[in-house]
């Protein structure tokens, strides 16, 4: 089953009677007990801001600074008299909840949808658009390139180029693996737009295998998801394939 984008979640009222016994709690605890509540899943590539609470984000990135702290501990690293890693936990830790995992902690962006009142029914093919994930077994970097392919139909909404990148990078700031996030994408555009077809092509290097394991410093990974029509219509496939080819060279 794939994996969802995003959650929904019943606002949970806090129990004003309960405040002092949660007064020491973890903040990441009281967010997985509000996800367990609702009997939803908190994976890597998931969303989890429908259960984060105004202000729990700060409280939750000093907790996990504070950790990290214990990880560079652990990994025999001086972080007191050391000037180059005394700030270092809290630099990761604003790192991952702000930067590189935030497609997890916030929000889907606004995007504004408009009607194709023109009809419009030609192939439209947005990219490449830069992707910079993570990989959800090392936390390496990916980085890579994204191109959309899109057959509107008389009933499709229509976004903003802009609106492309925004969503691409939402989806894609997480721990990822590749074949997922992908399909995620589509899935989420396919939602938003509601296209006669939908093709996506990504090509992207893994840190996991450049920069560890056996260090090929060449191998990229290109794997695609065709929807509707771009399933169906081997020409109009071909046709796609061959522009993103020609844009790639």
């Given at each position: 089953?794939?994996?969802?984008?995003?959650?929904?979640?019943?606002?949970?009222?806090?129990?004003?009677?309960?405040?002092?016994?949660?007064?020491?709690?973890?903040?990441?605890?009281?967010?997985?007990?509000?996800?367990?509540?609702?009997?939803?899943?908190?994976?890597?590539?998931?969303?989890?801001?429908?259960?984060?609470?105004?202000?729990?984000?700060?409280?939750?990135?000093?907790?996990?600074?504070?950790?990290?702290?214990?990880?560079?501990?652990?990994?025999?690293?001086?972080?007191?008299?050391?000037?180059?890693?005394?700030?270092?936990?809290?630099?990761?830790?604003?790192?991952?909840?702000?930067?590189?995992?935030?497609?997890?902690?916030?929000?889907?962006?606004?995007?504004?949808?408009?009607?194709?009142?023109?009809?419009?029914?030609?192939?439209?093919?947005?990219?490449?658009?830069?992707?910079?994930?993570?990989?959800?077994?090392?936390?390496?970097?990916?980085?890579?390139?994204?191109?959309?392919?899109?057959?509107?139909?008389?009933?499709?909404?229509?976004?903003?180029?802009?609106?492309?990148?925004?969503?691409?990078?939402?989806i894609m700031s997480r721990p990822q693996i590749q074949?997922?996030?992908?399909?995620?994408?589509?899935?989420?555009?396919?939602?938003?737009?509601?296209?006669?077809?939908?093709?996506?092509?990504?090509?992207?290097?893994?840190?996991?295998?450049?920069?560890?394991?056996?260090?090929d410093m060449d191998a990229k990974m290109i794997n695609?998801?065709?929807?509707?029509?771009?399933?169906?219509?081997?020409?109009?496939?071909?046709?796609?394939?061959?522009?993103?080819?020609?844009?790639?060279?």
């Open positions: 089953m794939n994996a969802p984008c995003s959650l929904t979640a019943v606002p949970v009222v806090p129990d004003k009677t309960c405040a002092d016994d949660d007064e020491g709690t973890p903040v990441s605890v009281k967010i997985r007990e509000r996800i367990a509540l609702q009997r939803q899943r908190f994976h890597a590539n998931d969303n989890i801001a429908a259960f984060i609470e105004p202000g729990e984000l700060e409280q939750l990135l000093d907790e996990v600074a504070v950790k990290m702290h214990g990880v560079l501990d652990s990994l025999v690293i001086d972080t007191v008299s050391d000037h180059n890693t005394q700030d270092t936990a809290r630099r990761v830790a604003k790192m991952y909840v702000n930067e590189v995992f935030k497609g997890r902690y916030t929000e889907p962006p606004q995007v504004t949808e408009f009607p194709n009142v023109e009809h419009l029914n030609e192939l439209m093919i947005i990219g490449p658009i830069t992707v910079r994930s993570a990989c959800s077994h090392h936390f390496c970097p990916i980085l890579g390139r994204v191109w959309i392919g899109l057959m509107p139909n008389e009933h499709s909404n229509l976004i903003g180029l802009s609106k492309y990148v925004r969503l691409t990078d939402w074949e997922e996030a992908v399909t995620q994408l589509a899935d989420l555009l396919q939602d938003k737009i509601g296209p006669d077809g939908l093709a996506i092509v990504m090509e992207a290097d893994h840190f996991c295998m450049n920069w560890r394991g056996v260090k695609s998801v065709m929807r509707g029509s771009f399933l169906k219509d081997a020409n109009l496939r071909r046709e796609f394939l061959s522009l993103v080819n020609h844009k790639q060279g």
